[in-house]
């Protein structure tokens, strides 16, 4: 694991690593280091835009990494990808254990195409055994941004923190319009609840406009899931399959 050079401390025979994300937030630095740091974030961008150049119109499925197999989110988002795949789309996860597993096993599964960004951890997050292309990223800001640019929807299962994170991300870039007005579904009515009535009290207290609760469509129903897509990102995008040309002399596959 030589990405993680910097060993804080041990604790319980277990080892806890400052990544290099960590030590470029702490604070300024050399200035030769924030450039190296530059250039190899910018390197990462590049072998991610060219590992997913093919890989569109993709969904992304948000939710939490704890839940087996066992548990009826998991079966729900198993459920997701399957139709999701029969709609033509991708289906991209973070590319973990939990609902993303689910997902991507749904697709994988359904002989639908199944993409995974896989976050790079101290303690590594492996990329789940449903995927048929995925890229290893070790900053969360360029796994995020892939999450978010080759998807014409979200579907947002039940998470934590992490998943609020890339919700309410997803819903800043679409109200800001820096990205187009894609449908985000919140799966899961009794587990979002809560957070989908305080978002309500936003509206009501003028804190988000009125029309960005039009924005969310709240279901339990993959059949519901299945038509909202429909409507907002297949025939409001006109999306098809792009046939885009690989070029050889760039050393690109499509698979």
Not at 120 to 134: G, R, V
């Amino acid at each position: 694991m030589n990405r993680y050079k910097h060993i804080i401390r041990n604790r319980k025979k277990k080892r806890f690593y400052l990544t290099e994300e960590q030590v470029f937030l702490k604070g300024p630095r050399n200035r030769f280091k924030e450039l190296w740091f530059s250039f190899k974030v910018q390197y990462n961008f590049i072998k991610a835009f060219r590992k997913m150049h093919f890989i569109g119109p993709c969904i992304t499925v948000f939710g939490s990494a704890r839940f087996d197999e066992n548990n009826v989110y998991y079966k729900q988002a198993v459920d997701v990808g399957k139709t999701l795949s029969e709609m033509g789309f991708t289906v991209m996860t973070g590319g973990g254990p939990g609902i993303m597993e689910a997902a991507n096993k749904g697709a994988f599964e359904n002989n639908g195409y199944s993409v995974g960004c896989n976050i790079i951890l101290p303690f590594e997050q492996k990329p789940n055994n449903y995927l048929h292309k995925w890229i290893d990223i070790p900053y969360f800001f360029v796994r995020k941004f892939m999450l978010i640019k080759y998807s014409y929807g979200f579907v947002v299962m039940p998470g934590g923190i992490g998943t609020l994170d890339e919700l309410f991300e997803s819903l800043t870039l679409i109200q800001t319009k820096i990205i187009h007005s894609f449908p985000v579904v919140l799966f899961g009515k009794e587990y979002h609840k809560e957070l989908y009535e305080h978002i309500q009290v936003m509206a009501e207290e003028e804190s988000i406009s009125k029309e960005d609760m039009d924005l969310l469509f709240i279901t339990d129903s993959v059949e519901e899931m299945r038509d909202h897509l429909m409507v907002h990102s297949i025939e409001k995008f006109k999306l098809i399959k792009k046939n885009i040309r690989s070029h050889w002399w760039l050393g690109e596959k499509k698979s």
